[in-house]
């Protein structure tokens, strides 16, 4: 099995910064691609960015503005996340794709509130 642990989450102004880190432990060795959702208050999850060993993906709200990443030495995942905007206030998931069945796990999720 797979654990998932997010941390970095807080508050933080309009047009600041955050990272959040996941932390996976358990069979990482059966992790294939890694990702971030987020679900804001009355919204559906969505898919901010994921992350395979040879691309990397963003929903178009946050292109340009955050990046993911993988340590696979270090089993992290992260989103650096900048020029932060009230619509980014979430709660931040840190999702991984287990092979061979392609089930997904998710970590209990980091909030991030951005005040303006």
């Known amino acids: 099995q797979v654990q998932l642990v997010e941390s970095g989450g807080g508050l933080v102004q309009v047009g600041g910064s955050l990272r959040l880190s996941c932390a996976a432990s358990?069979?990482?060795?059966?992790?294939?691609?890694m990702g971030w959702d987020r679900q804001a208050p009355g919204k559906q999850r969505e898919l901010v960015a994921s992350?395979?060993?040879?691309?990397?993906n963003y929903a178009d709200s946050v292109k340009g503005r955050f990046t993911i990443s993988r340590d696979y030495a270090k089993n992290m995942l992260y989103l650096q996340m900048r020029s932060l905007k009230p619509e980014d206030t979430a709660v931040y998931y840190c999702?991984?794709?287990?092979?061979?069945?392609?089930?997904?796990?998710w970590g209990q999720g980091t909030l991030v509130t951005v005040s303006s």
């Open positions: 999702n991984a794709d287990i092979s061979p069945a392609h089930l997904e796990v």
């Open positions: 358990g069979s990482v060795f059966s992790i294939n691609a």
């Open positions: 992350i395979t060993s040879s691309s990397t």
